[in-house]
């Protein structure tokens, strides 16, 4: 499964670099140019992660990281930035990037080290769900026709 990568960056060189080489390591990547773009595109639900510069105009990389949580979804997030901001692990954000990482290996790993954060977080979140009639498990049916 390739994972599909919202890419917010509004330095127009900086993205289409981060591009070619977010698709020479295997991802599918779209892109924006500043926060309020990344938050409406994020919105139509097409995206597994999140990579959010954390200094754009119109709404900051931390201000559309809040928005998505405060719906509860669980994406990954990666802010990519110049001066990582390494409090915002405590907040939402799955992973922090520093701009100035030359290492292709070390950006794929980080970024699919987050999107299995999430995918694990979705999993938890999944299974501590109530119980629904369609989701009992063979135990539970068992014990009803005993």
Same mark, same amino acid.
């Given at each position: 499964? $390739? !994972?599909?990568?919202? /890419?917010?960056?509004?330095?127009?060189? %900086?993205?289409?670099?981060?591009i070619?080489?977010?698709?020479?390591?295997?991802?599918?990547?779209? #892109?924006? @140019?500043?926060? =309020?773009?990344? +938050?409406?595109? /994020? =919105?139509?639900?097409?995206?597994?992660?999140?990579?959010?510069?954390?200094?754009?105009? *119109?709404? =900051?990389?931390?201000?559309?990281?809040?928005?998505?949580?405060?719906?509860?979804?669980?994406?990954?997030?990666?802010? /990519? #930035?110049?001066?990582?901001? /390494?409090?915002?692990?405590?907040?939402?954000?799955?992973?922090? !990037?520093?701009?100035?990482?030359?290492?292709? =290996?070390?950006?794929? +790993?980080?970024?699919?080290?987050?999107?299995?954060? #999430?995918?694990?977080? *979705?999993?938890?979140?999944?299974? $501590?769900?109530?119980?629904? @009639? $369609?989701?009992? %498990?063979? +135990?539970?049916?068992? *014990?009803r026709n005993?």
């Amino acid at each position: 499964m $390739k !994972i599909k990568i919202l /890419y917010a960056e509004d330095d127009e060189f %900086t993205r289409k670099f981060e591009i070619r080489r977010l698709k020479e390591c295997g991802f599918n990547v779209s #892109s924006v @140019e500043d926060g =309020q773009e990344a +938050w409406d595109e /994020y =919105q139509k639900g097409r995206y597994d992660l999140l990579l959010l510069d954390g200094d754009m105009p *119109k709404m =900051q990389g931390e201000e559309v990281m809040r928005l998505v949580r405060e719906t509860g979804d669980d994406i990954a997030i990666v802010m /990519y #930035s110049g001066l990582p901001d /390494y409090s915002l692990l405590n907040e939402g954000v799955d992973e922090c !990037i520093d701009k100035g990482t030359r290492n292709s =290996q070390e950006v794929e +790993w980080r970024i699919k080290t987050a999107f299995r954060r #999430s995918q694990e977080r *979705k999993e938890m979140n999944r299974l $501590k769900a109530p119980k629904t @009639e $369609k989701r009992k %498990t063979f +135990w539970d049916r068992f *014990k009803r026709n005993s």
